[in-house]
């Protein structure tokens, strides 16, 4: 099992940047996908960036492509996203999640470890 804690997250204006952290622990970080998601209330988990394993592999969602940023360090067991322009859309619950499944998915479900979450608030 890999337990995740995200942190990083709070109030910021519109075009400002926010970098958020993701420290994994258990089994070896290295061997799953990470993955960070954003919900807000009535809505369905949203996808937003995944990175391979190793780091060299990265996917973004339309909406932040441009914009974030992830990223892994395998050494420390830590993920990141740098998300800069922000813009008041981005509002949400950002969620990490991490699968050692290979591919890396794109949907809430194919991922079965979680953070509980970190509040991104974006005013304009």
């Known amino acids: 099992q890999v337990q995740l804690v995200e942190s990083g997250g709070g109030l910021v204006h519109t075009g400002d940047s926010l970098t958020l952290s993701c420290a994994a622990s258990?089994?070896?970080?290295?061997?799953?996908?990470m993955a960070w998601f954003r919900q807000v209330p009535g809505k369905a988990r949203e996808f937003v960036a995944a990175?391979?394993?190793?780091?060299?592999?990265?996917y973004y969602g339309d909406p932040v492509k441009g914009r974030f940023t992830i990223s892994r360090d395998n050494a420390k067991n830590t993920g990141a996203l740098e998300m800069n322009s922000l813009k008041p859309e981005d509002t949400a619950v950002y969620f990490c999640?991490?699968?050692?499944?290979?591919?890396?998915?794109?949907?809430?479900?194919?991922?079965?470890?979680w953070g509980q979450g970190t509040q991104v608030n974006v005013s304009s």
């Open positions: 990175i391979a394993r190793g780091g060299s592999v990265t």
């Open positions: 999640a991490a699968d050692p499944r290979d591919p890396l998915g794109f949907y809430w479900y194919e991922y079965e470890y």
């Open positions: 258990g089994d070896s970080f290295s061997t799953h996908g």
